[in-house]
């Protein structure tokens, strides 16, 4: 079954810096390496995804880099805000159709002023 | 995208109780997913819920213990039965956007036993 490996756990950022996620996975038959984010009280909702025919992807001040040959990809929020202080989860495809997508264990971001 | 309406948001309930929590799905979607997030944890699946057949347990969960109906394309409930402080978590429903890509999650039922 598909691992996936997220780190750090939690991290903390002044406001301004640049918060970076990482995530490793095993093997996949499918591209398609999405983040969500979650708030508390709400559920997992999909904040920017990535195909790995591309080796970055920008989406105003979150940023995917995806290395195919190392199987891992990361999170950039650049001028972190505290607005941006929720559980990021990187997830990746699974083996197979008909299953979903499995999920990296979270990162708790706390940006403080 | 989907839109997911999840009820109840949260509940409180007495151990040895059952809880049925309900998703509906404002679209046609073949697949419903059923995940659980214990406090400060990832997103486990429970089940797969495709209409018109049995429900597909990942292993650890039971349909005796989790039982799920799907009685058409836009519906679907979990059952908490026999419930103990250990199954304290968040319930969340979910569908695909297109195969394998966006999964859709609804606000999540969070759910304490005592």
């Known amino acids: 079954q598909q691992q996936v490996k997220q780190s750090p756990q939690s991290l903390i950022v002044q406001k301004g810096g640049i918060s970076i996620i990482n995530c490793a996975y095993e093997?996949?038959?499918?591209?398609?390496f999405p983040w969500y984010q979650q708030f508390p009280g709400k559920g997992p909702a999909l904040l920017i995804a990535?195909?790995?025919?591309?080796s970055e992807k920008k989406e105003g001040r979150f940023t995917i880099s995806f290395n195919k040959s190392a199987k891992q990809f990361s999170l950039h929020i650049m001028d972190s805000q505290p607005g941006d202080s929720a559980t990021y989860f990187c997830a990746a495809p699974p083996f197979s159709f008909n299953t979903p997508l499995v999920f990296g264990k979270g990162t708790r971001l706390s940006v403080i002023a | 995208s989907a839109v997911i309406s999840q009820k109840p948001s949260r509940d409180i309930c007495q151990r040895g109780t059952s809880l049925t929590i309900q998703c509906q799905v404002d679209s046609q979607v073949t697949m419903m997913f059923w995940y659980r997030q214990q406090p400060g944890q990832s997103l486990t699946l429970i089940a797969t819920?495709?209409?018109?057949?049995?429900?597909?347990?990942e292993s650890g969960f039971v349909i005796d213990k989790f039982p799920i109906s799907r009685p058409n394309l836009t519906f679907s409930t979990l059952t908490v039965s026999n419930m103990s402080p250990e199954d304290s978590s968040i319930y969340l429903c979910?569908?695909?956007?297109?195969?394998?890509?966006?999964?859709?999650f609804g606000s999540g039922t969070q759910l304490s036993v005592l």
């Open positions: 979910s569908v695909e956007g297109t195969a394998n890509e966006k999964l859709f």
């Open positions: 093997n996949t038959a499918f591209d398609y």
């Open positions: 819920a495709n209409q018109g057949s049995e429900a597909t347990y």
């Open positions: 990535i195909r790995p025919d591309v």
